[in-house]
């Protein structure tokens, strides 16, 4: 009786040891999960409907105010900005040139016209008698100097009078040559002022143009 009771409690023992091992240990069902929303949904966005703007009145004047494109639109021609200045300095050049142009023919009279020197050595030139040996011997030098300083393919001498104390001398460019009035001829008439027999002049009156170089000279009296 009691051996039967032990059995039939460690039976009842092990039945719900068992029972009790399995309820344990059985695995919690998951919950089913939802799946995420995509982000590529979530990102896209429609951008807001911009309400049209009245069109503001002055533009619709200045639409009402153009012509149409067929028009022909007249402009005024303007007037050159500077053309009256233009015109000012113009006259303002015209008027100088006629004044420089009345400056050197005043000029060009004064140079043309015969100095008191001049004047006054064609007077004594025209009163003087010849003095022969005098007259010779300068206007011989004169017409050597064209030749001894090779000038004779440029210049000619086409007069050499002396008298008793003055002395006129005529030079001229040869045919085909052309000297300059300020250059040459000035070299010329240097050359002529440093020959030795032409100290004996204390007195020189030159003139200088395209057409030659004219000399007036004197020497001193000889003493008696």
């Not at 619709?60 to 009256?84: C, F, H, I, R, S």
């Not at 004996?200 to 030659?212: D, I, L, V, W």
Request: proline share 8%; glycine share 4%; aromatic share 8%.
């Amino acid at each position: 009786m009691n051996k039967q009771l032990v059995i039939t409690a460690l039976g009842a023992f092990s039945l719900g040891f068992g029972g009790g091992y399995i309820v344990f240990f059985e695995p919690s069902p998951v919950p089913a999960t939802q799946p995420a929303p995509s982000s590529d949904a979530q990102l896209v966005t429609h951008p807001p409907q911009l309400a049209a703007l009245p069109e503001s009145p002055q533009i619709a004047v200045k639409k009402q105010q153009l012509p149409p494109a067929t028009d022909t639109l007249e402009v005024a021609p303007e007037q050159p900005q500077g053309a009256a200045n233009s015109t000012s300095d113009i006259d303002t050049l015209r008027r100088e040139l006629a004044a420089a142009k009345q400056t050197i023919a005043t000029y060009k009279h004064i140079l043309d016209a015969p100095s008191d020197m001049e004047a006054e050595l064609k007077e004594r030139f025209t009163n003087q008698e010849r003095d022969e040996a005098w007259a010779y011997e300068v206007e011989t030098k004169v017409s050597d100097f064209v030749y001894s300083q090779g000038l004779a393919y440029k210049i000619k001498l086409d007069t050499a009078q002396c008298k008793q104390t003055v002395c006129r001398l005529q030079f001229s460019a040869q045919e085909d040559v052309e000297l300059d009035p300020r250059d040459d001829w000035h070299n010329i008439q240097n050359t002529l002022m440093e020959q030795p027999w032409w100290q004996q002049f204390h007195r020189t009156n030159s003139r200088s143009s395209e057409a030659g170089l004219n000399l007036w000279v004197e020497r001193l009296p000889p003493s008696s």
